[in-house]
């Protein structure tokens, strides 16, 4: 009996150990599926590296770098170790080869194993810090009607940073600096002064300064020349035209007052007694060369000293600005000729003839009584022509005063005895130097060995006593006051 129930007492026992255990046995791990470490980036040259991964819900971990650097370095690998610990319910075991991956880095880790090496680049070189600089600014000067407003570019190099701010010290009222680093002056007093400025350009990498001088200086005087293109230029008389149309050119020195405004021009006599009409001038791209034509056709006189005068803006109400003189010759140039004829001898049936103007060597003053007392004489031809030539017999050309020149023997032929007399005609001209010209005609009339008559067309030649077979004065009428001694005496 107590055999039986102490075996009864051990299978109970054994039944109650086996039910208790099979009622205790835990549930097994899970194996880790998260590949993608987080928390672990690519090292950047300057950071502190990171000592643990970001948790996730199957593990933790712990990093570790090789090189051990406080912060990365600069072109430097950096090994990170990573020890992952598995979270409860969670096994590294089952983890295959390389399994874990990690941002930018090549991962490894064994079977089984939750410590993974991860490589990483090489760091970047460290960045350099170049703060801005701004260019020499050369020191300015500005007159105070300068047309505002008044404006300067700042050039700099901005260097590593970004601009954050560009500012101006010791500047005049109403001078200010854009983000853009330029400088506007919109309102320049009337005043001479001296201003030291100085430029500040800051950037989040550092700043820079520069400093110029701007000196406001009293403005040039404008300047205006009046130009007759077409003028003759008399070395002592200055311009001088003739009574005709000509182009003028008026040119300031800057388009202070001319900008946007009409110019005008007209002629003016010096006493106010005749004025020509105002005329509109053409102004160029900058407003600083105006042209027109004046006519002169309308001075009274026959050498005139007038006025060019100009005006800007309106005609009515605006004043005269400027003026220069200009001197008006309407006259022709005017001479008186000694004339003398020979007879050639037996050498031609006929006569040589020179002429020169009277006085020219004797007149007090160095007038030689041809001079035209405006513009001076230019050029002057003597052109014999008659019968028996096709053409001009001779022509004696010149310039200026004298005016002399000879016909030679074998032009001026007698009369044949079949003609009984024979003309032979001189055709003069002279002309000023703008253009005037005086003309007349000699005719000489010949018999078979002498000279018969001589007359002008428009003056009577005047027999007179000289050195040659015969010699005659023609008196033009010239109005030569400072020649009148010089007029040689004519015989009674």
Not at 358 to 369: A, F, K, N, S
Not at 444 to 458: I, Q
Not at 478 to 491: I, L, S
Request: glycine share 8%.
């Amino acid at each position: 009996m107590k055999k039986l129930l102490l075996v009864l007492t051990v299978v109970a026992m054994a039944s109650f150990l086996l039910v208790g255990c099979l009622g205790t046995t835990p549930d097994a791990d899970e194996v880790v599926t998260i590949a993608i470490i987080p928390g672990v980036t690519a090292p950047v040259t300057g950071a502190t590296p990171v000592a643990a991964t970001t948790a996730t819900a199957q593990y933790t971990g712990v990093v570790t770098w090789l090189p051990d650097d406080v912060t990365f370095a600069a072109e430097t690998v950096y090994t990170a170790t990573i020890t992952l610990t598995a979270k409860a319910g969670f096994t590294l075991t089952g983890v295959t080869a390389d399994f874990f991956t990690v941002a930018s880095a090549t991962a490894a880790n064994l079977v089984d194993s939750g410590v993974v090496e991860a490589v990483f680049p090489a760091t970047e070189a460290a960045l350099v810090v170049v703060e801005p600089t701004i260019d020499t600014i050369d020191d300015q000067e500005v007159a105070w009607d300068f047309a505002v407003p008044w404006t300067k570019q700042v050039e700099w190099t901005v260097g590593t940073g970004t601009i954050t701010d560009f500012s101006l010290t010791g500047e005049p009222a109403t001078m200010t600096i854009s983000a853009a680093g330029l400088i506007t002056w919109t309102n320049i007093a009337s005043t001479p002064a001296v201003y030291e400025i100085t430029v500040t350009v800051v950037t989040t990498d550092g700043s820079d300064t520069e400093t110029f001088v701007i000196t406001v200086v009293e403005p040039d005087p404008l300047v205006i020349d009046i130009d007759v293109p077409g003028a003759y230029i008399h070395p002592t008389k200055g311009p001088i035209v003739a009574a005709d149309c000509y182009e003028v050119v008026v040119t300031f020195s800057d388009n202070s007052a001319t900008e946007g405004q009409d110019v005008w021009a007209r002629w003016s006599d010096v006493v106010g007694a005749a004025d020509g009409s105002w005329v509109l001038l053409t102004g160029n791209t900058d407003d600083t060369e105006f042209t027109g034509e004046i006519c002169f056709d309308g001075v009274e006189t026959e050498c005139d000293l007038i006025c060019i005068e100009v005006k800007v803006g309106t005609i009515c109400c605006d004043p005269i600005i400027y003026s220069e003189n200009i001197t008006v010759d309407s006259i022709a140039p005017c001479a008186s000729f000694t004339v003398c004829v020979d007879d050639c001898g037996l050498c031609t049936e006929g006569a040589e003839m020179s002429w020169v103007t009277t006085c020219e060597d004797v007149c007090d003053l160095g007038y030689d009584c041809c001079d035209d007392y405006c513009s001076g004489v230019a050029d002057w031809t003597f052109v014999l022509d008659d019968d028996y030539c096709d053409g001009p017999c001779d022509t004696e050309p010149g310039t200026g005063c004298p005016i002399n020149g000879a016909f030679e023997c074998g032009c001026l032929l007698y009369a044949t005895e079949a003609e009984e007399f024979v003309e032979h005609v001189v055709d003069i001209t002279i002309a000023d130097n703008v253009g005037n010209t005086f003309t007349d005609t000699w005719t000489l009339t010949f018999d078979t060995d002498s000279l018969v008559s001589f007359t002008a067309g428009s003056a009577t030649p005047e027999l007179v006593e000289g050195v040659c077979d015969w010699d005659y004065y023609v008196d033009y009428g010239c109005d030569w006051t400072d020649c009148a001694e010089c007029v040689p005496e004519v015989e009674d």
